[in-house]
Nanobody, 111 residues
Framework: QVQLVESGGGLVQAGGSLRLSCAAS????????VAWLRQGPGKQRELVAY???????YYADSVKGRFTISRDDTKNTVYLQMNSLKPEDTGVYYC?????WGQGTQVTVSS
């Protein structure tokens, strides 16, 4: 079983930046897809971005051009750099690898 620990969330003003981290143990996340999802207040969980084993990436249209997903194989960690944050980016951000999920990290963007 993989343990995933997210960090880096917080409160930021609109236009600001945050970098989320997803530190993994128990498996090499470079072997498969790692995804970031989020769940806003009163909303369903939605896919934000993912990175696959060959470093190809995908972004939801709502974050394209503002968010960047990356992976550091030496640290077995996946990052989500979030720039130009908007209030609608507010939510709990989760890291997912295969069937495992992290506990989530809260991101709040004030207007």
């Amino acid at each position: 079983q993989v343990q995933l620990v997210e960090s880096g969330g917080g409160l930021v003003q609109a236009g600001g930046s945050l970098r989320l981290s997803c530190a993994a143990s128990g498996s090499d996340v470079g072997l498969d897809t790692v995804a970031w999802l989020r769940q806003g207040p009163g909303k369903q969980r939605e896919l934000v971005a993912y990175i696959i084993f060959d470093d190809n990436t995908y972004y939801a249209d709502s974050v394209k051009g503002r968010f960047t997903i990356s992976r550091d194989d030496t640290k077995n960690t996946v990052y989500l750099q979030m720039n130009s944050l908007k209030p609608e980016d507010t939510g709990v951000y989760y890291c997912n690898f295969r069937r495992d999920w992290g506990q989530g990290t809260q991101v709040t963007v004030s207007s």
